[in-house]
């Protein structure tokens, strides 16, 4: 007879938290899909429709900070039950947008609700994952994000095709309130009080952290110690949002496909970015665990990441062939992917105890590329005509970011001067802390 094996609770989370990410960016990029038949209705130009794209990032930039530090004090149940609902209500409200001034409104809204989420899903991560396990769980929530990215194009088009643009944002709005219910119903802030969790669970989970709830957190060292991390989150970020919200209008005006064959194009550059996330969290946990160095295992698959994104990339600057461009982008979204668990690994190895705010400094620089890029994408092509040439940045910044990587140095935790304590790489407070 078959065994068949438990699903671990701690498995459960995780995938709770990898629906939350999946549903997440569905509200946030089905805007690029719908783009064309919003722009045609609501008469919006290319410079007005990356005011929309980028009043998501402003608010999304701020609350990566405030919504980081709320997920420490609150703790991640009811801070996503919060900003959840906020999200949620504000992608069903993009269905009912008159024009421009309604859809930065919604498109500010939508960035409040989800400024907070991925910095106080990492706190629920801190708490529920295996320091060897960082990598693993920061790279396959991603990969559901950018899967996430990958079948928004077709199914936002197919539920164009099927109703209409307003339509598609009120269904997937429905969905994101289903997984709020969810996510109050099943999550528990600690592991030990959930009913499900067994004792083999508890015992190779960090053990519970009490700074992360102190009122006097230590912003300007935490700031100093975690901005070489912004930096870099900074020069990955600048190319994420040139795919997200502009690869599905490249490839409908660039190479002049149907709204259909976009929408294909799109997806299987998104589906090379879900690969890259699964591999960088595979390739990062493996080196950490073979070596025990985490520098080694999170720096190196950074730079790995953009030196492998800038010379994928670069044919696209060069090249008219339709699959040549195709191949080359999925390969440089590949390569890019390749950063982020890594990335997000980095705050829970350097403060576990303060992984919300730390991660919510993180993802600071992320939110800011996105408040600056779409409006420079959408004034260099209302200038010139052309849907390359925002790619010309990237190049740059992928060098750049490369560079900064080497700064980090998530072998160093992270020390209150106030409070005379550092972290363990597993979670826990220093032994001269203990000691006290």
């Known amino acids: 007879m078959l065994r068949l094996t438990r699903i671990r609770t701690t498995d459960r989370i995780l995938f709770v938290i990898c629906l939350m990410y999946l549903v997440t960016y569905i509200d946030r990029v089905n805007i690029s899909t719908a783009a064309p038949a919003m722009q045609e209705e609501l008469g919006l130009s290319n410079f007005e429709l990356g005011m929309a794209f980028a009043a998501f990032a402003y608010p999304y930039a701020l609350f990566q900070i405030f919504g980081g530090r709320l997920g420490d004090l609150l703790g991640p149940r009811k801070t996503l039950l919060i900003c959840g609902t906020i999200w949620s209500a504000a992608t069903i409200m993009i269905g009912f947008v008159e024009g421009a001034v309604s859809l930065i409104i919604a498109r500010v809204l939508l960035g409040i609700g989800e400024g907070s989420a991925f910095p106080t899903a990492t706190r629920a991560l801190s708490s529920w994952m295996p320091s060897e396990k960082r990598g693993f769980a920061q790279g396959i929530t991603h990969a559901f994000a950018r899967f996430g990215n990958a079948i928004t194009p077709p199914l936002i088009a197919v539920l164009i095709v099927a109703f209409s643009w307003r339509e598609s944002f009120i269904i997937v709005g429905a969905i994101s309130f289903a997984w709020v219910a969810l996510w109050w119903w099943y999550f528990r802030d600690d592991p030990r009080e959930h009913p499900g969790i067994t004792p083999q669970e508890l015992a190779v989970l960090p053990p519970p952290s009490v700074a992360a709830k102190q009122k006097n957190l230590p912003w300007g060292p935490l700031l100093r110690r975690m901005l070489p991390v912004t930096i870099t989150d900074f020069c990955y970020g600048w190319t994420l949002w040139l795919f997200l919200n502009w690869i599905p209008s490249y490839f409908l005006h660039q190479h002049e496909l149907d709204l259909k064959k976009s929408a294909i194009f799109a997806a299987g550059v998104f589906f090379a970015g879900v690969v890259g996330d699964l591999a960088g969290g595979w390739l990062s946990d493996g080196i950490l665990r073979r070596t025990g160095r985490v520098t080694l295992a999170r720096i190196s698959v950074i730079i790995l990441g953009f030196i492998g994104a800038f010379l994928c990339m670069l044919p696209v600057m060069f090249s008219t062939d339709l699959i040549t461009v195709a191949i080359s982008l999925s390969a440089a979204f590949f390569f890019a992917e390749l950063i982020v668990a890594p990335i997000w690994a980095t705050p829970m190895d350097i403060a576990p105890q303060y ?82």
């Open 355 to 436: 992984s919300g705010t730390a991660s919510g400094f993180m993802n600071f620089g992320f939110g800011l590329a996105g408040m600056i890029s779409p409006i420079i994408f959408g004034l260099i092509i209302d200038l010139t005509g052309r849907w390359d040439l925002p790619f010309a940045a990237s190049l740059v910044l992928l060098l750049v970011g490369a560079a900064t990587s080497l700064l980090i140095r998530p072998d160093r935790p992270f020390h209150d001067p106030s409070a005379g304590d550092a972290i363990d790489e597993d979670g826990g407070l220093s032994a001269a802390v203990k000691a006290k």
